[in-house]
């Protein structure tokens, strides 16, 4: 079983930074890829970021490749997602999960946390 908390969401204005963090509990978290998802209001969620157990492999959708990065510290049990070039399309509750593989979908995830709110203002 593994828990996950986001935290490090807030407001920012356009062309701002935030980083997020997902903090999980469990000794397992280093054999899990780790993924971050969004869901604005009205929208479904959709896929941001993923990186593998071991960081060596890393994902990004198209509207946020260059200005997004993920990491991760397994020492830490944290996986990150540096956020930068902040657009007010960004707005949305950023989830982290957690899956047995790199992948996008977010039906294959084992782990969710409950989100953080990212609000970009113009």
């Known amino acids: 079983q593994v828990q996950l908390v986001e935290s490090g969401g807030g407001l920012v204005q356009a062309g701002g930074s935030l980083r997020l963090s997902c903090a999980a509990s469990?000794?397992?978290?280093?054999?899990?890829?780790m993924v971050w998802f969004r869901q604005a209001p009205g929208k479904e969620r959709e896929f941001v970021a993923a990186?593998?157990?071991?960081?060596?492999?890393?994902d990004y959708a198209d509207v946020v490749k260059g200005r997004f990065t993920i990491s991760r510290d397994n020492a830490k049990n944290t996986v990150y997602l540096q956020m930068n070039s902040l657009k007010p399309e960004d707005t949305a509750v950023y989830y982290c999960a957690a899956s047995d593989i790199l992948s996008r979908a977010a039906y294959g995830m084992l782990y969710w946390g409950k989100g953080t709110l990212v609000t970009v203002s113009l």
């Open positions: 990186i593998s157990w071991s960081g060596g492999s890393t």
């Open positions: 469990g000794r397992t978290f280093s054999s899990y890829a």
